[in-house]
């Protein structure tokens, strides 16, 4: 009798230990099927992210540099990280830029068609040629060049 | 039937170790199943990643796509707000949407955006902007007597500038004689508030009517109309040159940098001009500023007729550039 008892709580610590081990490999499984979906849907949303320079201009009186923007792309909300300004001779970093929609109100971010704008106080050359990198949150890089 | 050909019964009564086989089946199975489960897991994130990249490609073919044709392009302002007349074809293989155009007055350096416009042109579609249908800008302190450029803003980003064909006279010109084009109609001069401040600047007086013996400088509209679309730069050993002849004296007036209340800068540094801008050049110095110091230069003190020209030096794209423009004729008086 006591065999038969001690075969049963074998079989049963056996199947327990079996079952437990399977639930914890089909959550690590779960894990990963989830961390993949995740660097997946980001760097969707980073190659889907487009941003078009509408208008540069800059104002010599003020020292003003004001960046027109328009997100084309498929991702919503891109923010602005930094921005990094700068000509063959010079450059400047520029952080915690201050985005506005074209009626003025401060956003953190622009949605899909939204278009935009910032300021950056910096005194440069007139007549001379300067490239603009915008880094976005999502860390894609959009460049272009303009003559101050 | 031989004895070795028929089933070993006692194989079969000896059970012995299956349990160990049905379990290495099972543990077989469940590893294929897990696996199986991240396999096509990945796959179908792989295959939507993918189906995204197509699908960005094909926007940017989309947006190379968009061509727009403008004529009969033409700015009028009526109380601080620029309608821009203009028809419009798409000429692309693909609609367009246009959401904003953005307008620049190059005279007084301000500009203007109208984002509300949402103008669908399927392909071949041709649009007419004009009187009462004409986009409407507002600059304030603009004037139609200015020189403007302006460019629509599609929903693919495209940027697409709003200005005439360049025909093949003027790009036979353009090849002929240089690649710098000049706007007659723009011409005009300056008189001075001081030694080195202009007077009402940058509007001054358009005019081939000039004041003898007075100090003043000239504005002079040019574009840059490279056949090979490259960037011009304009250095200093630029001028504005009158000929003398009996009984007139010559006259030069060197290229400089004015800033936006009309001072003229000491020093000069070299004013670039992309494919297809215009810009107003201004020559104000009796020296090369590169060699000499600034002196504002006097027009003859004679009535009379004189032939201008324009000696332009600088680089077109990374090589030398010079080109010399009969230019207007002026009447002293």
């Known amino acids: ?148 | 039937m031989p004895q070795h050909l028929l089933p070993n019964k006692k194989f079969w009564k000896n059970s012995k170790g299956v349990s160990g086989i049905i379990a290495t089946i099972f543990l077989v199975m469940i590893i294929l199943f897990l696996y199986a489960n991240v396999f096509i897991f990945i796959q179908r994130e792989n295959t939507r990643f993918q189906d995204v990249v197509s699908e960005v490609n094909q926007m940017d073919i989309d947006r190379s796509s968009e061509k727009l044709i403008v004529s009969n392009l033409n700015y009028t302002v009526v109380e601080d707000k620029v309608h821009v007349e203009a028809q419009v074809t798409n000429d692309g293989a693909v609609s367009i949407q246009i959401i904003t155009i953005w307008v620049v007055d190059k005279t007084i350096q301000k500009y203007g955006h109208n984002d509300t416009l949402n103008i669908n042109l399927k392909t071949g579609d041709t649009l007419i902007f004009t009187e009462s249908n004409a986009l409407r800008v507002t600059i304030k302190g603009s004037s139609s007597s200015n020189v403007f450029t302006s460019w629509f803003v599609t929903v693919r980003g495209n940027l697409v500038p709003l200005e005439e064909e360049q025909g093949i006279i003027v790009a036979q010109l353009a090849q002929g004689i240089g690649s710098l084009a000049l706007d007659f109609e723009k011409f005009r001069y300056f008189t001075y508030e001081s030694p080195q401040k202009l007077s009402n600047y940058p509007t001054g007086t358009v005019s081939f009517n000039v004041p003898k013996n007075e100090y003043v400088a000239f504005g002079c509209y040019l574009t840059n109309l490279d056949p090979s679309k490259q960037t011009i730069t304009i250095d200093s050993h630029s001028l504005f040159w009158q000929p003398g002849r009996p009984g007139v004296a010559e006259g030069a007036w060197f290229i400089v940098n004015v800033n936006e209340d009309g001072t003229i800068n000491g020093a000069y540094s070299p004013i670039s001009l992309k494919y297809g801008e215009t810009k107003m050049f201004v020559f104000a110095s009796q020296n090369d500023l590169a060699l000499g110091s600034f002196s504002r230069a006097k027009t003859p003190n004679t009535v009379t007729t004189v032939a201008t020209f324009l000696l332009l030096h600088g680089t077109l794209g990374s090589t030398a550039y010079a080109q010399n423009i009969p230019f207007v004729s002026l009447f002293y008086n």
């Open chain 1, 1 to 148: 009798m006591s065999v038969v008892i001690s075969n049963v709580l074998m079989a049963c610590a056996v199947i327990a230990l079996g079952f437990a081990v399977y639930y914890w490999t089909w959550l690590r499984v779960s894990d990963v099927n989830l961390e993949y979906a995740n660097v997946t849907e980001e760097n969707i949303a980073r190659i889907r992210e487009k941003l078009d320079f509408e208008y540069i201009f800059y104002n010599t009186s003020e020292n003003e540099l004001t960046v027109y923007l328009l997100n084309w792309g498929k991702s919503g909300d891109v923010s602005l990280a930094s921005v990094y300004l700068g000509n063959v001779s010079w450059s400047q970093s520029f952080y915690d830029i201050e985005l506005r929609f074209l009626n003025g109100t401060l956003t953190q971010s622009l949605d899909i068609l939204e278009e935009g704008y910032f300021q950056i106080s910096v005194a440069l050359v007139t007549n001379t040629s300067y490239f603009i990198r915008i880094a976005t949150g999502r860390e894609r890089l959009f460049a272009t060049t303009f003559i101050a």
